[in-house]
């Protein structure tokens, strides 16, 4: 499987990190070694001194697709969750100067912790979802659905366009502002609609 990330999905992030705002949607993958699941505890690495948690709506794919069309891109997803976008933002603002790719800043062991799925259907309506982040108890992240760049159908068409999606494959599509650091002994918890989706804790 596949773990794609859209960045600078959210006017405000974009703000917050001194980017500009892209005219297509930037595209970066994780390995499957990133991923965290059912809890899995977050083992901060040593090579860094500033990982940042971001919180993202994540969807799974359940069909086999190229080249999508935007109008049939919902036939593609019925699965959403949260996932944690786990970054070395030191390494990576070293990488951004030079102009190198970023894999190590944001594709380490364990930088992908995923919650539970819902299944779409249950959820009111796709572009108005509410999602936050707390840690140690306290909210550091809000979004919604509403205020990304570039929707899921969008997302799922650009990125079809350059590779195949197959089940499974995750979609990580961009953090809100309130991005920062995290340290061991840290506790995560994701929100959907105020219910617990996720749950990490750096070790
Ligand atoms: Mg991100």
Redo the contacts with the bound molecule.
């Keep these: 499987m596949k773990i794609f990330?859209?960045?600078r999905?959210y006017a405000d992030h974009i703000k917050e990190l001194s980017n500009a705002i892209p005219d297509a949607p930037v595209i970066f993958m994780k390995p499957d070694t990133a991923l965290l699941k059912d809890s899995e505890p977050f083992y901060h690495p040593s090579f860094s001194d500033d990982i940042h948690y971001?919180v993202?709506l994540v969807i799974r794919i359940n069909r086999v697709g190229k080249k999508i069309q935007q109008e049939y891109a919902p036939k593609y997803y019925q699965e959403i969750g949260l996932g944690i976008?786990f970054?070395a933002r030191d390494i990576q603002s070293i990488q951004k100067q030079k102009g190198l790719p970023w894999e190590i800043a944001?594709g380490f062991d364990g930088s992908a912790p995923i919650g539970s799925f819902i299944m779409l259907e249950k959820i009111k309506d796709i572009k108005n979802i509410n999602f936050s982040l707390h840690i140690n108890g306290i909210a550091v992240q809000h979004g919604n659905s509403n205020l990304m760049i570039n929707s899921f159908d969008f997302m799922i068409h650009y990125i079809s366009q350059y590779f195949t999606l197959k089940v499974g494959d995750l979609i990580?599509t961009?953090?809100p502002a309130g991005v920062g650091k995290v340290s061991i002994g840290d506790v995560l918890e994701g929100f959907i609609e105020g219910e617990k989706m996720l749950h990490c804790e750096v070790k």
């Design positions: 990330c859209i960045g999905n971001e993202e976008d970054t944001k990580f961009g953090t």
